[in-house]
């Protein structure tokens, strides 16, 4: 019986007719595909993306080079030089992320004991060539400067499961 | 011996010893904060508190003795739980600044509080604030609110560096560690209480934020300084050496280390550093490659011993630098046919020279100083000169020995001295003598006929009565009795002394390879080509000079003297880390690696030899000056120039000889002749080299050069004397050495004896002046 069904369905075209089915149905159905870069899909808050520096309210950096994120960081992609300022705290004098190095798996984030170096949701950014990708510690700081109320946002919504 | 059960281990411990002795035999650790082993017991962190059977409540296993039969619990839920809450009391006023803490990584608080600690804080009040406080230039306090008050740095003060520099003041929550009001901690130890600190309250200021304990990778090596050769762990980062901790070593030095030791890496990478060869041309410095510099030295010299004969060539060498480095210069002078190699660059007797036995050197391993019941220490700034063994000295003192002091110079060394005999620079020969009379009287043997003549003293007397009840005896000689114009007959009657109370005489060596500079045959009168020695080579000046390390102006017994004779050479070739003043006299500058850039050994004042390989690589075009010397001996055409490594070297120079019979402190066929030459009226210099200007190293060492100990020395005298010049403390005044004078300002010491000045030597503000021991005289500026 099964043998007189597939020798049938092979000469009247069942399969291609079940594919078409399938077509026309997408074909009418609602779209779902976003026009990147006019539409852009939701976001996590904990969306791992572009790294920043947040500063404090009062305008103070709050990173103080205790080099944890540089220690987790499992693709080395983090360079940090530490130096005393003039007011006797500690400081870093360097911060660098290397993006090309950089894995995105959010340790620096979780190690950071001031939530200084934080990843946002920026996925887009470029360069024009591979030096333009190593941040440094202004360029993470300008970031951070720009996005802090997102930033903020985010964490505050992420703070209750920490 | 007492057995006691620990965990269910069965331990025998020796009578007397704690519980935490006990447990530490068994292998079992117990947490703690204020116990130290090289320390007294104070039982105040509480941390160590164990359950032992049938006693009612924890008992602290530091304090507790062990006794036959008890049985110790270290993990039970009484001890656990004893613990956890003293933990938590612990972390109530500690702050959460870890990762800002230098101490970070590294910390035994934060260690313990891992293993022993709860995962949350209870405390929600304030916690307590402490101000920091300025106790110097080495040790910050900068965290004082860090502090548990273990006590440590308060104990090691007092016990080990014999001096309470710090204190707890106040009580329970108010108690604070600080030092007396204004006052700085001026140890020459004071490095180890940052060791000590069990968090982050003491830490280093040099290294202040330098780096975290992970990024460091530790790398053995031996102290460049003093003649102990400390073990150090130099702590690399980025190819710069960061810090500089100890090594436990028992034998050498125990936990220690001094000041110098670990704050003179910052000389390493100092500004000052040589980084290419340089080579005078037409009166300017040009800076050249390795191979013409080589090619200009190995021509000069050729030509110096062509033309006026290789006799003319002489080469002066630290003591600080390693039996490598002097092995080959020394077979690099013999090769080229000129015997002038010496590094005894201090001293100025030579009568002895190729009658010792062997190597000067300490007479008996270092750690027999703490058995040895009496001590005899003749001409030593002991304190400044040997810190770590000065250090061994005053805990043999506090077990019962007592010290006796010949000296030129009345220095607090901090523990008590039994006798003491301050005599100017030239009484001190006739001084001993008088000891050795009265020793002779005191143990009925036969008095030497040179020295019948002399009058014995009271001091004398009693020196020798407390010397002669000793059992075990210690003669030692300092480097001012080193550097002594009589340290020959010195040390002659020191070996009496030492033979009538059946003990044994030593030299402090005064650097860290002054044995293996003299064993690697850096001796005019060692080998076969025999020449003059360091001070012949400057009252008769040569025509080329190789320096290796040495700075004239500094390190010579009489830098004007050396310093004429620099400035008239046709050739001076400088090995040397540091740029200095050699830029005025030098012909060619040739930048050598400093120990820790180096492979190398250094043989210690007890005939240790301690091998170090480089921690870091060489500075820039700076390189290691054993290959620098090898190629210069290829270059010369000298046979046996083909080391591929150091350790060849010294497989060489040392391999063949077993150290033990290399050493020997024995002078023979010197006649004991203690009269003194009147060197005519005036005062006598007594001069010692302070503790910071002794090497090349620490002169840069940026921190040490801050401490009170590097300050511009003061001229010294007495109180009668200075009222005779009519000056009081604190005013200018000339000083004046033959016909070179530099004006200081004056201090009064009345310990200094009568008729004696006390100006230093080896610094920069006293350079001009002439030899270390002399007649001075000074007047009001």
Redesign the interface.
């Known amino acids: 019986m099964e043998k007189i069904k597939e020798f049938f369905k092979t000469f009247l075209l069942f399969e291609l007719l079940k594919g078409m089915a399938l077509t026309g149905r997408y074909m009418f159905a609602r779209k779902i595909t976003v026009q990147f870069p006019e539409e852009k899909t939701p976001q996590s808050f904990r969306f791992r993306g572009l790294h920043a520096q947040r500063r404090y309210a009062n305008g103070e950096e709050r990173c103080?080079?205790?080099?944890?994120c540089e220690?987790v960081c499992p693709a080395l992609a983090i360079k940090i030089e530490?130096?005393?300022r003039e007011d006797?705290?500690?400081r870093t004098t360097q911060y660098d992320i290397d993006l090309t190095k950089c894995i995105f798996c959010g340790f620096c984030e979780e190690s950071c004991?001031?939530d200084a170096i934080v990843e946002t949701r920026i996925f887009e950014y470029h360069g024009e060539s591979r030096g333009d990708l190593y941040y440094t510690k202004p360029m993470l700081l300008a970031v951070g400067d720009k996005h802090e109320t997102q930033i903020a946002k985010d964490r505050a919504a992420d703070s209750k499961y920490r | 011996m007492i057995n006691i059960e620990i965990d269910g281990k069965l331990v025998e411990t020796e009578q007397g010893s704690t519980v935490m002795d006990a447990a530490h035999k068994a292998g079992v650790y117990i947490p703690h904060f204020c116990y130290h082993k090289k320390l007294s017991i104070s039982a105040n962190c509480r941390m160590c508190l164990v359950e032992v059977e049938k006693a009612p409540k924890p008992l602290p296993a530091c304090a507790t003795p062990a006794a036959e039969g008890m049985k110790v619990h270290t993990h039970s839920e009484l001890a656990v739980k004893a613990q956890k809450g003293v933990m938590e009391f612990l972390l109530i006023n500690h702050p959460l600044d870890c990762p800002i803490c230098d101490q970070g990584g590294e910390c035994e608080l934060q260690d313990i509080a891992m293993g022993y600690g709860g995962g949350e804080s209870r405390y929600a009040e304030e916690k307590r604030v402490v101000n920091p406080k300025q106790i110097g230039e080495l040790i910050s306090t900068n965290e004082m609110s860090r502090c548990i008050q273990c006590t440590r740095c308060v104990r090691f003060g007092q016990e080990i560096a014999g001096i309470m520099e710090l204190g707890m003041a106040n009580r329970t929550e108010h108690a604070q560690i600080m030092s007396f009001v204004n006052s700085s901690v001026d140890s020459e130890l004071s490095g180890n209480m940052i060791d000590l600190c069990p968090v982050g309250a003491l830490t280093s200021k040099p290294f202040r934020y330098t780096a975290r304990s992970w990024e460091l990778s530790r790398r053995k090596s031996v102290s460049p300084h003093d003649g102990l050769g400390s073990n150090l762990a130099l702590h690399v980062k980025d190819n710069k050496v960061a810090r500089v901790v100890p090594v436990e070593n028992e034998a050498v030095n125990e936990c220690w280390i001094s000041d110098k030791d670990r704050f003179s890496y910052e000389g390493l990478n100092s500004p000052e550093r040589l980084t290419r060869p340089m080579i005078k041309q037409d009166g300017k410095w040009v800076e050249v490659d390795w191979a013409p510099a080589l090619e200009y030295v190995a021509n000069g010299l050729r030509q110096i011993a062509g033309s006026a004969g290789a006799e003319h060539i002489a080469a002066l060498a630290t003591p600080h630098s390693t039996f490598e480095e002097l092995y080959l210069l020394q077979k690099l002078l013999r090769g080229i046919g000129s015997g002038n190699v010496d590094y005894r660059l201090r001293q100025s007797d030579f009568s002895a020279d190729g009658k010792q036995a062997g190597a000067p050197w300490l007479g008996m391993p270092v750690a027999d100083i703490n058995a040895a019941d009496r001590f005899l220490v003749i001409g030593s700034f002991l304190r400044k000169d040997h810190p770590l063994l000065a250090q061994r000295i005053r805990q043999a003192v506090k077990q019962g020995a007592q010290a006796n002091i010949v000296h030129a110079a009345d220095d607090d060394l901090l523990m008590p001295v039994a006798n003491k005999s301050i005599v100017a620079p030239d009484e001190m020969l006739n001084t001993l003598a008088q000891v050795l009379k009265a020793l002779a009287a005191e143990k009925q043997a036969a008095v030497p006929a040179e020295i019948a003549a002399v009058t014995v003293g009271d001091a004398a007397i009693a020196i020798a009565k407390n010397l002669a009840s000793g059992q075990q005896v210690a003669v030692l000689l300092g480097n001012f009795a080193q550097q002594h114009p009589q340290a020959a007959q010195i040390a002659l009657l020191a070996e009496q002394i030492a033979a009538l109370c059946a003990g044994r005489y030593g030299y402090l060596g005064e650097a860290a390879n002054s044995v293996g500079a003299y064993l690697a045959g850096a001796v005019p009168f060692a080998g076969d080509v025999q020449g003059m020695n360091a001070a012949q080579m400057l009252a008769e000046p040569r025509k080329a000079y190789l320096l290796l390390n040495v700075e004239p102006e500094l390190d010579m017994h009489n830098p004007q003297q050396a310093m004429s004779a620099m400035r008239a050479a046709d050739m001076v070739v400088v090995m040397s880390a540091y740029k200095h003043h050699a830029m005025d006299y030098a012909d060619v500058l040739l930048p050598v690696a400093p120990f820790s850039e180096t492979s190398g050994t250094f043989v210690n004042t007890e005939g240790r030899a301690q091998s170090f390989k480089g921690a870091v690589k060489p500075l820039a075009e700076a390189r290691p000056a054993w290959k620098v010397l090898r190629v210069l001996g290829n270059l010369l055409d000298v046979s046996g120039f083909d080391y591929d490594t150091s350790e060849a070297v010294r497989a060489e120079g040392l391999h063949t000889l077993s150290l033990d019979d290399k050493l020997g402190n024995r002078i023979s066929g010197v006649a004991i002749n203690i009269a003194t030459e009147s060197n005519g009226a005036g005062l006598q210099r007594v001069s010692d080299v302070p503790i910071y200007s002794a090497d090349a190293l620490v002169r840069r060492a940026a921190s040490l050069q801050k401490t009170h100990d590097a300050a511009v020395p003061c001229v010294m005298l007495n109180g009668s004397q200075m009222q005779k010049l009519g000056v009081e403390s604190g005013d200018a005044v000339k000083v004046s050495q033959g016909d070179a004078s530099v004006q200081l300002t004056v201090q009064k010491n009345d310990s200094l004896p009568q008729g004696a000045v006390r100006v230093a030597a080896g610094h920069p503000a006293t350079a001009a002046l002439g030899a270390m021991f002399g007649i001075m005289s000074v007047e009001r500026a």
């Open positions: 103080i080079g205790c080099k944890l220690a530490v130096a005393e006797g705290t500690r004991p001031v």
